[in-house]
């Protein structure tokens, strides 16, 4: 399994899938309703590619560690991160610099070794991957205090094109609330309109 979705990434990556900078608009509404208030801390981008999310939360300060199967995705990053500081991606304030936290990367089959730490984030985010056996490992590496902001496809995505078609791909109805039930849910809400997602927002207390 970990060779062919390794091969898999890598290939998608070298061929220029997946190459936007930009974030995802669910983690920037996210992020201005429930998380910037509590200020910059330290930051898990779980399966993150080419860190796109990770480089929009190390612009506001945060210490961001990516891991993701793919070194080609990684070594993408790597080199993004110059430009990034080059050519800022987002509106930042005036006292914020470019790029001011920095960012760890590892590769890493999280099928393989998915323990992620034990309260060592105040802030985790998991965009577009499902690895059911995961959920505890992302609840036991928050902080308490800390925040989850999940999204990813659901079976509702097989009516619409593109997107993954796989049942172990998609979370069935309300799957996601009720994996971290066991947080404070302070956002959910399952979409069709353009992809079948599911979007997540919870906290550990």
């Known amino acids: 399994m970990e060779h062919d979705e390794k091969t ?5 990556y070298s061929e220029g899938s997946h190459r936007s900078r930009n974030p995802d608009p669910f983690l920037v509404s996210a992020y201005a309703e429930f998380i910037e208030g509590a200020g910059p801390g330290s930051a898990l981008d779980v399966a993150g590619g080419i860190a796109r ?20 995705g990684v070594e993408l990053a790597r080199k993004n991160i110059t430009a990034q500081q080059d050519r800022p991606l987002t509106n930042l304030p005036t006292h914020q610099p470019p790029a001011a936290g920095k960012i760890d990367f590892e590769v890493r089959d999280l099928e393989a070794d998915n323990d992620l730490g034990k309260h060592a984030y105040d802030l985790v985010l998991v965009f577009f991957y499902l690895q059911r056996p995961l959920f505890p490992a992302l609840i036991s590496a928050l902080k308490p205090g800390g925040f989850l902001i999940y999204k990813t496809y659901t079976v509702e995505q ?8 796989h049942p172990m791909h998609l979370l069935k109805a309300n799957e996601l609330l009720r994996a971290f039930s066991s947080l404070r849910i302070l956002h959910y809400h399952e979409t069709v309109r353009d992809r079948g997602v599911a979007e997540l927002v919870a906290q550990k207390m």
Do not use: M, T
């Not at 898999?8 to 998608?12: A, D, P, S, T, Y």
């Not at 097989?158 to 078609?165: D, H, I, N, Q, V």
């Open 53 to 72: 999310h990770a480089f929009w939360l190390a612009e506001r300060g945060w210490k961001v560690k990516l891991v993701d199967i793919s070194e080609v």
């Open 158 to 165: 097989r009516r619409l094109p593109g997107g993954p078609s």
């Open 8 to 12: 898999l990434w890598n290939r998608k």
